[in-house]
């Protein structure tokens, strides 16, 4: 990997991880299925991240 790459992977990713642990402890009370801990919170912003950028592709 490049160390460009790494300038804006590394940073990108903390900052995902620091941003899930206070939307994790905040949406749990609400939605304590799906927001379980800090890595399904992540996972969930995955998925929804990835069906947007799907949906923008295909024009829908």
Known sequence: MKRVDLVVTVPVTASLVVASGPLS?????????VFSSVPATLWRGYNEAHN????????V
């Open 52 to 59: 947007d950028c799907l949906l923008l592709a295909l024009n």
């Open 25 to 33: 402890f905040v949406e749990n009370a609400a939605q304590p299925d």
